[in-house]
């Protein structure tokens, strides 16, 4: 059974160039959550999705970050004009319904560094 | 408002030897509460979750937490530290009260755990 993937694993941007991660998360789950951990911190929610709507959105940075999941399946987090403050693992989150009580099920993350 | 405090950045201890990792909560309702792991270079995986069923939690690889409601805590035990627990565990708290995000995690700073053979 494959767990929540994200691609790509590494990547290297420099300033002002835009960015898209990608998160293919297990099949059937219905709620997707992206989350941002800086380096030494633990992970900060940027935004939620129930399929494809997007029902929270309020942990995003700037109007620079953006997010789609657009068939309620794969979701990418866009980053436009990259700064060095975007530096951080960018983590991606399914699950299977919409309960509190079902575990979240997290990929092995997207390390973006600016420079 | 929803707030995790992890009382320590790192903890030591020896290969045998119990573990105490901290944590102190706030929440404005009764929320859950869980404990993740982070191996370098893996995923967040769930050690256990507190959910207002029993207060004293069993997880995986023999780790176990307790709930305080007085004590607004949930820390982290295990009875012989195994070198394979070094890592980065983090506590989580998830609000249940209604207008917040159903499984929106709040995580603590982390605790890095050291195990010395």
């Known amino acids: 059974g494959a767990g929540v993937s994200q691609s790509p694993r590494y990547k290297v941007a420099k300033r002002g160039q835009d960015v898209a991660l990608r998160c293919d998360p297990i099949?059937?789950?219905?709620?997707l959550f992206w989350y941002q951990q800086a380096l030494g911190q633990g992970p900060e929610f940027l935004t939620y999705?129930?399929?494809?709507?997007?029902?929270?959105k309020s942990g995003l940075p700037s109007d620079r970050f953006f997010a789609e999941r657009p068939e309620g399946s794969v979701s990418t987090l866009k980053i436009q004009r990259t700064q060095q403050e975007d530096s951080a693992v960018y983590l991606c989150?399914?699950?299977?319904?919409?309960?509190?009580?079902?575990?979240?099920?997290f990929g092995n993350g997207t390390r973006l560094t600016v420079t | 408002a929803q707030s995790v405090t992890q009382l320590d950045s790192h903890v030591s201890v020896s290969e045998g030897t119990p573990v105490l990792l901290r944590c102190n909560y706030s929440s404005s309702y009764s929320p859950s509460l869980f404990w993740y792991v982070q191996h370098p270079n893996k995923g967040l995986q769930l050690l256990l979750k507190y959910t207002s069923a029993a207060t004293l939690v069993k997880g995986i690889n023999g780790f176990e937490a307790e709930f305080k409601k007085s004590e607004t805590s949930f820390h982290l035990t295990k009875p012989s530290a195994h070198m394979s627990d070094a890592a980065e565990y983090f506590c989580?708290?998830?609000?249940?009260?209604?207008?917040?995000?159903?499984?929106?995690?709040?995580f603590g700073r982390g605790t890095q755990l050291t195990v010395w053979p």
């Open positions: 989150a399914s699950r299977r319904g919409s309960s509190y009580n079902s575990p979240l099920h």
């Open positions: 999705f129930q399929n494809e709507a997007q029902l929270d």
């Open positions: 989580v708290v998830s609000p249940v009260d209604r207008g917040s995000t159903l499984g929106r995690l709040y």
């Open positions: 099949s059937g789950h219905v709620s």
